[in-house]
């Protein structure tokens, strides 16, 4: 046992042991480790093993979804296991959404796991190569590109924490002699014999009967993965440069898109669409906004909606839009000149001018309105009046931005309107010298990018 077991020779022979010892040398030698460990024959040896390998660095999460009758008590031995082998060892239980019991338990197991993982900590995960030639098959099942058909890395950076899968390039075979030396008791979880999961039904039906054609077929496919790494790499290098050339995430400019290849115009939407989402939307909804919006008539308007998200075509662009944007309201306001006024259009303040409103207006309660349709004014720098609804037209002002204006009224005086491109005063008002006008802090031009900011 790990804790008081004297490695055996055989165990320092054995492939897996090999591997570990490898890539465990490219970590500071201080490294910590978190595994997540099932208490099955892979995550177990794999904890085992790097016990036996670095003591005193090694920790165990066992996350208890709930899903078993028998899942209180598997947590329990594992955890007399651990005390026993001198690991330490913390049980986690989580409450799975309904649905897709494979998807949910996943995502609930990952929260938990990067919950409990540690600053100073590398998650390890127990996933070897057979795990690696399912996931590629099922990926390539449902359609996937260069992209999900990269599979698993052995290290992976996921925003500031470290994924290792040492056991990428180890067979079954391999980890079950190791695990006969070192953890020959594990948890046999009845669900891996449940066919109606689709990674049972791969190993019991579908892999018996490829495997007699193609017996290496596992570090086939685990070679593919790496090619497809390579390849998304290559491809992550064009992006950022389209990306660079055509926009932004919050709109692109659709004949720079245009001057790309069709296979690139995909490339570019697809991630461009997902945003900070955690899957790309489908293939089909990419095609739906390459052909509909982009080859759209200049003065059409055509709306798609995806995951809570909205893609609008205006002018010369197509913009990614919150699906439910903020409209004008109606309301009554105390504006001191300190204060950030926040409005659908962006946040504003007070600020000296030259020429602007006379300093007692900041001290008197102020309206807010919606537009009601049929305003007319007389914008500064314009001659004449002219119907707010064309003046908005005319300054190129998004349809769905139009609907964020609100006109700013001191008793029955309009003053001017807030617009996502500044405030635009009423010329028919008197202004003053060193007076105050309201000035754009940040504009919703920029679709408050700080908070819908995603990596290439």
């Given at each position: 046992m790990p804790g008081t077991l004297s490695t055996s020779d055989a165990f320092w022979q054995q492939p897996v042991t090999k591997q570990l010892q490898q890539q465990l040398s490219q970590f500071d030698p201080q490294q910590q480790f978190l595994v997540a460990c099932s208490g099955g024959r892979d995550s177990l040896s794999l904890a085992c093993a790097l016990h036996l390998l670095c003591p005193g660095r090694v920790r165990v999460a066992h996350i208890n979804h709930q899903l078993q009758a028998p899942a209180t008590q598997w947590a329990n031995w594992l955890a007399a296991q651990c005390?026993?082998?001198?690991?330490?060892?913390?049980?986690?239980?989580?409450?799975?959404?309904?649905?897709?019991?494979?998807?949910?338990?996943?995502?609930?197991?990952?929260?938990?796991?990067?919950?409990?993982?540690?600053?100073?900590?590398?998650?390890?995960?127990?996933?070897?190569?057979?795990?690696?030639?399912?996931?590629?098959?099922?990926?390539?099942?449902?359609?996937?590109?260069?992209?999900?058909?990269?599979?698993?890395?052995?290290?992976?950076?996921?925003?500031?924490?470290?994924l290792w899968r040492p056991l990428l390039d180890c067979s079954r075979q391999q980890i079950t002699e190791l695990a006969a030396l070192i953890c020959p008791d594990y948890i046999d979880d009845p669900a891996n014999q449940q066919a109606n999961f689709d990674r049972v039904f791969l190993r019991q039906q579908v892999w018996p009967l490829l495997k007699t054609r193609w017996p290496a077929m596992d570090s086939t496919l685990n070679r593919t993965a790496l090619l497809m790494q390579d390849s998304h790499e290559i491809l992550q290098e064009v992006l950022a440069q389209d990306w660079l050339q055509c926009g932004d995430q919050n709109a692109l400019d659709i004949q720079q898109v245009k001057l790309l290849g069709q296979p690139r115009q995909r490339l570019l939407l697809s991630r461009w669409m997902q945003g900070a989402e955690q899957y790309a939307p489908a293939f089909h909804l990419v095609e739906q906004v390459r052909q509909t919006l982009l080859d759209a008539r200049q003065d059409a308007t055509p709306r798609i909606e995806w995951q809570g998200w909205q893609f609008r075509r205006y002018q010369h662009q197509v913009y990614r839009l919150p699906q439910q944007l903020e409209k004008a309201q109606d309301m009554q306001i105390f504006w001191p000149p300190e204060q950030i006024l926040e409005l659908p259009t962006g946040q504003w303040q007070w600020q000296p001018q030259k020429s602007g409103f006379a300093s007692q207006l900041m001290t008197q309660p102020l309206v807010l309105q919606a537009r009601r349709g049929g305003e007319v004014m007389h914008v500064q720098g314009r001659a004449g009046h002219w119907p707010l609804k064309k003046c908005l037209q005319e300054a190129k002002i998004p349809p769905w931005q139009r609907e964020q204006v609100h006109l700013l009224y001191a008793g029955a005086q309009l003053l001017g309107v807030f617009t996502a491109q500044g405030f635009w005063c009423n010329q028919m008002q008197d202004l003053v010298q060193d007076g105050w006008l309201p000035c754009l802090v940040s504009s919703t031009l920029n679709f408050k990018k700080a908070t819908q900011q995603h990596e290439i």
């Open positions: 005390q026993q082998w001198q690991i330490p060892c913390t049980v986690q239980a989580v409450a799975v959404a309904p649905g897709n019991i494979e998807a949910q338990a996943r995502k609930a197991r990952y929260q938990a796991l990067f919950h409990l993982l540690q600053n100073d900590e590398i998650l390890v995960l127990g996933h070897h190569q057979q795990d690696q030639a399912e996931t590629i098959f099922l990926r390539l099942m449902s359609g996937s590109g260069v992209k999900g058909l990269s599979a698993m890395q052995v290290l992976e950076h996921r925003k500031t924490k470290w």
